[in-house]
């Protein structure tokens, strides 16, 4: 009884001073806010579709307007993305079509939450592969998609470094031979690829520096445990990976818009399939890392086929 008696009480009060000066002088300021926040709101939206609609037409506006770009050989012109970040699934497509597939196996260390990495769209496509993160994150997101599905990906969490990146390989009977591999640890990339250097995909990307001018071959100091800061002082040139590759026996073949990933293609496929010269010094592209957003759906792992 007490407790309903309180709560008339407090309804009649709000009544009151609903109706009072005061009370209507704060709703009306309430319903101002509310409508400066929803045009904020509203203004911010198309701020962001315009900067968007800019910065692609910016990019198609380049590859019109460049001999450069628009040569048909350059991966350039072909990036897309569906789970990627900077357009590597459509480059993957357009080198594989250039090249063939053979057992459509993918190796991506450093995955990131597995929806949005190099692979995750090859899954889909019915390729199969191995995934190696420092971060477990992305176990819960696949697992759901592979369900009944689970021989079409294997993989390991795991910090992994230029010593123990092949042992993980082997751990998980991966082939010495294969279709792609990716990486993307963000300090130590450079020194992952010198740790599989007895390792033969047909195609590797990695990504590299674009601060660093293309001529300049310049790494970072390994230390097996070093992640990256934040700063600019990570990863390596694309002149050192294009010197790394070379003596592997890779061909650097392009670069995405963006300037965050470089594609290599093996020397025994490269036939006259892409552009020449292959060097850094052709295929560099700089930093344009304001264009990565994109408007598009949420992202999520497309269904894979049984």
């Known amino acids: 009884m007490l407790r309903n008696i309180k709560l008339a009480f407090r309804r009649l009060r709000q009544r009151l001073f609903n109706r009072s000066p005061i009370g209507r002088e704060l709703f009306a300021l309430k319903a101002e806010v509310e409508r400066i926040r929803e045009s904020n709101a509203q203004l911010l939206a198309l701020g962001n ?36 970040q900077n357009g590597e699934d459509g480059i993957l497509n357009e080198i594989f079509r250039r090249i063939g597939r053979t057992d459509r196996v993918f190796v991506e260390i450093g995955v990131g939450d597995g929806l949005e990495n190099n692979s995750a769209f090859l899954l889909a496509q019915g390729w199969r592969g191995y995934w ?8 819960e997101r696949i697992a759901p998609a592979l369900v009944g599905r689970g021989d079409r990906l294997q993989w390991r969490v795991r910090f992994v470094d230029r010593e123990n990146i092949a042992a993980t390989l082997d751990e998980m009977n991966v082939p010495q031979e294969f279709d792609l591999l990716s990486l993307d640890v963000d300090q130590n990339t ?3 690829w010198e740790g599989l250097a007895a390792r033969r995909p047909r195609v590797v990307v990695v990504e590299y520096n674009a601060a660093i001018p293309p001529d300049v071959d310049w790494k970072v100091e390994y230390a097996k445990d070093r992640v990256w800061d934040g700063s600019q002082n990570y990863g390596a040139s694309l002149k050192a990976f294009e010197n790394l590759a070379a003596g592997y026996g890779y061909s650097l073949v392009g670069c995405d818009f963006n300037g965050v990933n470089a594609f290599f293609v093996r020397d025994d496929l490269i036939g006259g399939h892409f552009a020449a010269p292959y060097s850094s010094e052709n295929h560099h ?18 269904d894979l086929p049984r």
């Not at 190696?132 to 176990?139: A, C, E, K, L, P």
């Not at 344009?288 to 759906?297: F, K, N, P, V």
């Open 49 to 84: 579709a315009q900067y968007n609609n800019f910065a692609f037409h910016s990019y198609y506006s380049l590859l019109a307007a460049s001999p450069r770009l628009s040569d048909e050989r350059r991966l350039t012109r072909y990036g897309q993305s569906v789970n990627s």
């Open 132 to 139: 190696v993160d420092g971060n477990d994150s992305f176990v």
């Open 190 to 192: 450079y020194y992952l």
């Open 285 to 302: 592209e700089p930093p344009r890392y304001t264009i990565i957003h994109r408007e598009m759906h949420r992202r999520g792992m497309l």
